[in-house]
């Protein structure tokens, strides 16, 4: 028992198997002896100058250029897309800011009004206060109610016309008087 694994193996013939088996197969003599430098044969006259690596056959082009060909129409796209967007905000700027102008100075809305006058706007349920004879001239389509910089203000049905020309979104509320009666309350909401 006091032998070593490594002299029970050699003792198997184990190892001398392993150091058979191990051993590279002889090189085959292909070039002379002495030569410390390899003999590499290239096609085509070295004058000729031709050292292009091998590209891809029948015209395609190789992986290099397609990726860079990608991205140049992705980047194209992307700013195409800017330029658009940046014109669009151009557009709505220039149309709030004549909106503003034209109701500077030409709200009706007074501070100590108590009746409020409410509406549907973006998905909820909004109001503006109005005096009671401003309340009933909203009623007559006579005002209407135009959204400016987040607030709700009164003008009259000529300004509010003006304004639905300039953005038809600030145009918040315009009672049409020759309306039927029934288009005052929603269809999901008559029993």
């Known amino acids: 028992m006091a032998d070593s694994l490594r002299d029970q193996l050699l003792k198997s013939g184990l190892v001398q198997k392993l150091k058979v088996e191990a051993k590279p197969a002889p090189k085959p003599a292909s070039r002379p002896a002495g030569s410390g430098k390899p003999h590499h044969h290239k096609p085509g006259n070295p004058a000729q100058g031709n050292n292009k ?17 990608r991205a140049k129409t992705e980047r194209e796209e992307r700013d195409r897309a800017q330029r658009e967007a940046e014109q669009r905000a ?67 049905a000529d300004i509010a016309r003006q ?21 005052d309350v929603p269809a999901d909401l008559i029993w």
């Open 53 to 69: 690596p091998a590209g891809p056959r029948s015209g395609e082009p190789d992986l290099a250029q397609a990726y860079a060909l």
């Open 163 to 183: 304004i639905e020309a300039l953005n038809p979104e600030a145009l918040v509320l315009l009672v049409d008087p020759n309306a039927p009666a029934d288009d």
């Open 90 to 156: 151009r557009e709505k700027r220039e149309r709030k800011e004549k909106v503003a102008a034209l109701l500077q100075g030409k709200t009706l809305n007074v501070a100590d009004a108590e009746h409020p006058r409410h509406f549907p706007h973006g998905g909820k349920i909004r109001r503006i206060y109005c005096t009671s004879d401003q309340l009933a001239q909203v009623n007559k389509g006579e005002l209407a109610v135009v959204q400016q910089a987040g607030r709700y203000l009164l003008v009259t």
